[in-house]
Structure formats: C-alpha cells, structure tokens
C-alpha cells in the first residue's frame, strides 16, 4: 500500500514540476520568439515550407499578432497568450489562403484602402500558385 502512495506522489510531482517549468519557459521566452516558432509550426502543419514565407515576413505578421492580442487584452479582457495563440492560428490561415486563392475577397481593398495583408505578402514576396 505504500508503495502506491509513492508512486502517486512521484506522479502527481512529476505533473506540478512540468507545469512550473512551462510556467517559468512562458515568461523567459519573448512573444516575438515563441510566435515565429509557433508560427512556423503551423505553416508547416498545413503543408507550407519555409522557404514560401521569409523570415522577415513571418517577424512582421507576428507583430501584428502581438498588437492584436494586446488590442483584445485592453478591450475585451481576454487572455494574452489565448489571444496571441488565436491570432498566429488566424495568421497561419491567412497565410495559406494568399498562397491558394489570392483573389480571395479578404484581400480585396476597401474604400480605397489597401489589405494590410496583401501588402505584406507582396512586399516579401510570398508566392501564390494561382
């Protein structure tokens, strides 16, 4: 019987210690640096290399991510880091569709304003296959 408690403890140790570190990673690594690895990730996962999106490209859009979680953070309360997760998921998907479909409406200007998206994949670069 108390072998099984040792075990238990071990694990429910095991568990807080992981959680602490994770903790303690969140708050030494920037946003910049964990959004571009996150970012990159998420290309990757949807089938879109690095060498489609610079490294510049993916810096920027990270940046407006940035502002946008803060933005919702001010207003709306909500979570930093659920709020920055949420938007390199929006940008991610954003990114694939300048690739696929870049007549797509969202990239369309609007009152004589320029898609901020738009601009920035054709000022990097990112190539489309349509």
């Not at 964990?34 to 990730?41: C, E, H, V």
């Not at 803060?70 to 954003?94: C, P, Q």
């Not at 479909?101 to 190539?127: C, H, L, Q, W």
């Amino acid at each position: 019987m108390s072998s099984l408690v040792w075990v238990i403890a071990v694990v429910v140790g095991l568990a807080i210690l992981w959680f602490l570190f994770k903790l303690l990673l969140g708050f030494a690594v920037p946003p910049e640096t964990s959004g571009k690895a996150y970012l990159r990730k998420q290309l990757k996962e949807i089938g879109i290399g690095n060498d489609l999106v610079s490294d510049e490209c993916i810096e920027e859009l990270v940046r407006i991510a940035i502002k946008t979680a803060n933005l919702r953070k001010g207003i709306m309360g909500k979570n930093f880091i659920n709020s920055f997760v949420e938007s390199l998921d929006v940008t991610a998907d954003t990114i694939h569709t300048w690739i696929y479909t870049p007549n797509d409406i969202m990239f369309k200007s609007i009152a004589g304003e320029e898609d901020i998206y738009r601009d920035i994949f054709e000022r990097y670069k990112v190539p489309t296959k349509k």
